[in-house]
């Protein structure tokens, strides 16, 4: 036993000594850091499915065209909704998150709707129920200039049917 501890002693120094060096002189990094920061991630929009404009739920319609003819200042009467898809969204948000607001992080089925007046387009996410959002920066197409057509000047032609009837929501 006497022969075997300077073995043992001298194994430990020299483990010892190493594992000094090592922490002076780490290993050379074999991966170059970043040169700059790279840009975050921007998600994309959820991918749809085309319908037909008659498939989309009664009430989600209604919304999207009064919502579109407050935004253009028209009546009703002068939106026209050209494109429908069949969206899930990954929250509340509905895709059109809006900065230190807190929504539902839960999947939200509805649609992506397209309004077209004479004044521009705009696209609305909708969930099923008839809430609309805009991501209006993002989308809004402005149409031509047009004169007002009727001669009150604002624009709106006389209703010739009454208004709709608002339905009670289930």
Same mark, same amino acid.
């Given at each position: 036993m006497s022969k075997l501890l300077p073995w043992v002693l001298a194994f430990g120094a020299s483990f010892a000594a190493g594992? *000094?060096? *090592? *922490?002076d002189n780490p290993a050379p990094r074999t991966i170059a850091p970043p040169a700059r920061i790279p840009d975050p991630v921007v998600s994309q929009a959820p991918a749809g499915e085309r319908v037909d404009i008659a498939? &989309?739920?009664?009430? &989600?319609?209604?919304a999207v065209v009064a919502d579109a003819a407050r935004r253009f200042a028209l009546s009703e009467n002068e939106v026209v909704l050209v494109d429908a898809e069949r969206v899930t969204w990954s929250d509340g948000s509905m895709g059109c998150p809006e900065p230190g607001t807190m929504y539902t992080q839960m999947l939200v089925s509805g649609f992506r709707v397209s309004a077209k007046t004479s004044a521009g387009q705009m696209q609305y996410h909708t969930d099923s129920r008839g809430s609309v959002v805009t991501c209006a920066a993002g989308h809004f197409q402005p149409g031509p200039k047009q004169l007002p057509a009727h001669p009150s000047g604002t624009g709106a032609e006389p209703r010739t049917q009454p208004p709709p009837v608002k339905m009670p929501d289930r």
């Open positions: 594992s *000094a060096l *090592a *922490a498939s &989309v739920p009664r009430g &989600v319609r209604r």
